[in-house]
């Protein structure tokens, strides 16, 4: 489980760094994958994943921005 949401949190993460509209936004080096202290707002943070596991062959990911 943890793979799976490892890689799904390093998809969003490099997805929204690279759109150029969201960077227009909230400037460039705006996306962290990590709660970031001492920078001011705007940004955006892949705060969290959630993962439930629904048997052997599916999980359910929920994700906090």
């Known amino acids: 489980m943890a793979h799976a949401a490892n890689a799904l949190q390093k998809a969003i993460y490099q997805t929204l760094a690279g759109d150029a509209p969201l960077a227009t936004m909230i400037g460039d080096n705006g996306v962290f994958d990590h709660r970031v202290i001492g920078k001011p707002m ?23 921005i």
Not at 42 to 64: K, Q, R, S
């Open 42 to 64: 705007p940004y955006l943070v892949v705060a969290e994943i959630v993962t439930n596991e629904f048997g052997p062959d599916g999980d359910e990911h929920v994700v906090i």
